[in-house]
């Protein structure tokens, strides 16, 4: 295993931009879906055949693959933080 500690600029900027992505529009975006599918699931605002497969197949399991994708994201976010402290505590500027 190398003990080569390496933290280009490049490599900083990506870090930012993903740490933007995540806690900027894509986590709102998230939240929206999994708001918006809520209300396609109830049966006093959308019914019929259509609704009920929505409601007994679809939406559960688009809705588990939304929550996961939130708290995949959360955990990426947060090791890419401890990723930049640890590089920048070890001096692995170039």
Known sequence: MSS????????????????SLITGGFMDQISQMNTQGQTLS?????????????RGDTWPAVHASLIKAQQEL?????????????????GGQN
């Not at 080569?4 to 740490?19: C, F, G, K, M, N």
């Not at 109830?42 to 929505?54: C, I, M, R, S, T």
């Not at 959360?74 to 070890?90: K, P, V």
């Open 4 to 19: 080569r500690v390496l933290s280009t600029e490049e490599a900083q900027q990506a870090i930012a931009a993903l740490e």
């Open 42 to 54: 109830e049966p006093n605002v959308w019914d019929g055949p259509l609704a009920e497969q929505f």
């Open 74 to 90: 959360e955990d990426l976010r947060g090791q890419l933080q401890q990723i930049s402290q640890n590089i920048f505590s070890a």
